[in-house]
């Protein structure tokens, strides 16, 4: 099933002098049980088609369809039964423990004090082992480090219970083990939990191992594929390709083949003189 | 058996796991220290009045001496009761506008409302002509209205400004940003107005800014009470959407939120609980910006569902100290309120934030 879909979607600003477009035309499908990857370079649009995927900013043209249904419609309730965000950085929440904050996923489904019912208990519950943080539940999130909350802020999403997760630059601000164990949970999360996941992200290395596909962002469009189609076309090297380098094909770890890296530097100190 | 440790996990009856590490129980130690406060702030006072006569005037009865029945049903209780409702509405809105613009120095005043009641009293005070300095000179009773109606129009006039204003801007920083120069803009005009005024009316205008709870009487204070309970229901209305924004406004708005019904309903609690309290009492400061950071050193939560019965109950015992206090009991001197809130009140905060830090390092 399609948690999301567009139809000739034009992102970008509404200005008085004219709008400013970043993409034009954008048909794109997302099925729950896969986890996408949106790549490209700074500036290129990603973060607004995000935001407007979200809900977050209005499109200039066209549809966002949420679960089959034109997301221009829904109330802020409905869209957030439908889809749920995790941002590049976790916020600053003192006083609260660990459960607390993941309970705040369970807005869009609890009274309106947010009193927790067993069944919200137990989604909590589920979501903080699903991340791997139970024993977190209990702590300050001001005493955890920036990889552990923002663990949490992905449990937080998990109870929110929508068959769309979007994140954006989720790995930002953590270290590389951190990085590599946050894209094999949200892809073991699309496969256990049946979710939907688009994740914008520069971790290209990573993207490439885990995406099932890819939504690459360049001035010209986006371009969808799944890895190692997108490796052999040569469209990775459209999007990111810098002079004198290029991208493996085997599928290895190491896809960035840097040929100004084994040039003697001499030859730059002659061009001094 | 029933501990105590247990009541208010019997208020809280849905007490779960996202409590853990809160001290909840704080709240019924808040609720018996503000019973006691009550009772000193009726039994205290320049005229010593035996405590069962009190009592008893309290249940309806009469006092030894009409004197006494008159000072305790005429002074003493509107004073309380002033005094508590100025606390929880200082506190409630000093915990919303910390929240809603995720900054710890915000306080109830950052709207401008009460800049703009000081301008109202300004201009009646300071600026009328000779009618003005007939109505202070001579009348003090009819003066004391008339300093009430001028900030009461004037707070209304701001805060009517702040919800328009509040209603198109989607920006909480935009908004502060705009309280805090309208709040200059307010303070210049003032300025401009003491430059020019007599003497003997500048005195009257700063005796206003000291702020005090014994202004109100018996008759004023249904007005005060029914503005500052219909506060405190909106902002009771609003527990749940403040725990979203405390993650971020994003994340409040992906998780549901009705962004601008939230704003709309927070700017309303806060304008109507300050400029009923500034109209009454005087601009009070520092009880709306500490009391927030005391519940939240002493209860040990951000969680608003703790935070708001406290700020309440920590609100009105603040109010209350600080009113007695100020009378210095035994003596007939009565100090400026303004002065004993922040004397006494801001060391205490120091300590509660400085623990605070201590204990996240």
């Given at each position: 099933m399609k948690a999301l879909e567009t139809r000739a979607l034009t992102i970008g600003y509404r200005r008085r002098r004219g709008d400013i477009v970043l993409a034009r035309d954008l048909n794109l499908a997302l099925q729950r049980g896969s986890l996408v990857g949106i790549l490209g370079a700074n500036g290129v649009g990603k973060s607004t088609l995000l935001r407007t995927l979200a809900c977050m900013q209005a499109p200039l043209a066209g549809h966002v369809l949420l679960a089959g249904e034109?997301?221009?419609?829904?109330l802020p309730l409905e869209v957030a039964r439908r889809l749920c965000i995790v941002l590049t950085a976790a916020p600053q929440?003192?006083?609260?423990n660990g459960y607390a904050l993941v309970a705040l996923g369970r807005y869009p489904h609890s009274d309106w004090l947010g009193r927790l019912s067993k069944s919200d208990h137990a989604q909590v519950a589920w979501a903080l082992q699903a991340v791997g943080a139970?024993?977190?539940?209990?702590?300050?999130?001001?005493?955890?480090s920036d990889g552990q909350r923002q663990k949490l802020m992905i449990a937080r999403a998990l109870t929110q219970d929508c068959p769309l997760m979007l994140l954006d630059?989720?790995?930002?601000?953590?270290?590389y083990p951190r990085r590599l164990e946050t894209l094999r949970l949200l892809r073991r999360l699309t496969r256990q939990a049946d979710r939907a996941i688009l994740v914008c992200t520069h971790e290209l290395d990573l993207a490439l191992r885990y995406c099932d596909e890819l939504w690459l962002m360049s001035k010209s469009g986006v371009t969808v594929g799944s890895p190692a189609t997108i490796l052999r076309d040569g469209s990775l090297h459209a999007t990111f390709g810098i002079d004198g380098s290029s991208f493996g094909?085997?599928?290895?770890?190491?896809?960035f083949d840097d040929a100004?890296?084994?040039?003697?530097?001499e030859c730059q100190e002659d061009n001094l003189v | 058996m029933l501990r105590l440790a247990h009541l208010p996990s019997a208020f809280y009856?849905?007490?779960?796991?996202?409590?853990?590490?809160?001290?909840?129980?704080?709240l019924v130690a808040l609720a018996l220290l503000l019973c006691l406060l009550m009772m000193l702030s009726l039994a205290l006072g320049s005229a010593s009045i035996p405590l069962e006569q009190i009592i008893a005037t309290l249940l309806g009865g009469e006092a030894e001496s009409a004197a006494w029945t008159n000072i305790v049903l005429k002074f003493r209780l509107p004073k309380t009761v002033t005094a508590m409702l100025a606390g929880m509405a200082l506190g409630v809105s000093g915990l919303l506008m910390q929240t809603y613009f995720r900054?710890?120095?915000?306080?109830?005043f950052v709207l401008g409302v009460s800049s703009g009641a000081s301008l109202g009293v300004a201009l009646v005070v300071?600026?009328?002509g000779a009618a003005g300095g007939l109505l202070l000179g001579g009348l003090n009773l009819a003066g004391d209205l008339l300093l009430t109606a001028a900030a009461g129009l004037g707070a209304a006039l701001t805060m009517t400004l702040v919800l328009l204003v509040a209603a198109r801007i989607p920006n909480g920083v935009t908004l502060l940003i705009l309280g805090l120069m309208f709040g200059y803009l307010v303070s210049a005009l003032v300025s401009l107005l003491l430059y020019f005024a007599l003497p003997e009316r500048i005195q009257a205008y700063i005796n206003w800014t000291f702020?005090?709870?014994?202004?109100?009487t018996s008759a004023q204070l249904p007005v005060l009470a029914l503005i500052v309970v219909a506060g405190l229901l909106l902002a009771a209305a609003q527990v749940k959407a403040l725990n979203a924004l405390l993650l971020s406004e994003d994340y409040a708005r992906s998780l549901g939120v009705p962004m601008r019904k939230t704003r709309l309903g927070i700017v309303l609690a806060t304008a109507l609980l300050v400029s009923a309290v500034t109209a009454f009492?005087?601009?009070?400061?520092?009880i709306g910006i500490a009391v927030p950071h005391m519940c939240r050193g002493l209860l040990?939560?951000?969680d608003h569902r703790l935070l708001l019965p406290g700020t309440i109950l920590a609100g009105a015992c603040v109010a209350l100290a600080a009113g007695l206090i100020a009378e210095?009991?035994?003596?007939?001197i009565v100090l400026p309120l303004n002065v004993v809130t922040a004397l006494l009140g801001a060391p205490v905060v120091m300590l509660v934030v400085l623990r605070q830090a201590r204990g996240l390092s």
């Open positions: 034109e997301a221009a419609h829904l929440v003192s006083l609260l139970t024993d977190l539940a209990e702590q300050r999130v001001a005493r955890l630059e989720p790995t930002a601000f953590l270290d094909v085997n599928g290895g770890s190491r896809f100004q890296l084994s040039q003697p530097l | 009856a849905w007490r779960g796991r996202e409590y853990a590490g809160a001290r909840s129980w704080l900054n710890p120095l915000a306080e109830p300071l600026g009328a702020g005090s709870f014994s202004g109100v009492c005087g601009p009070i400061a520092f040990g939560s951000s210095l009991p035994g003596s007939h």
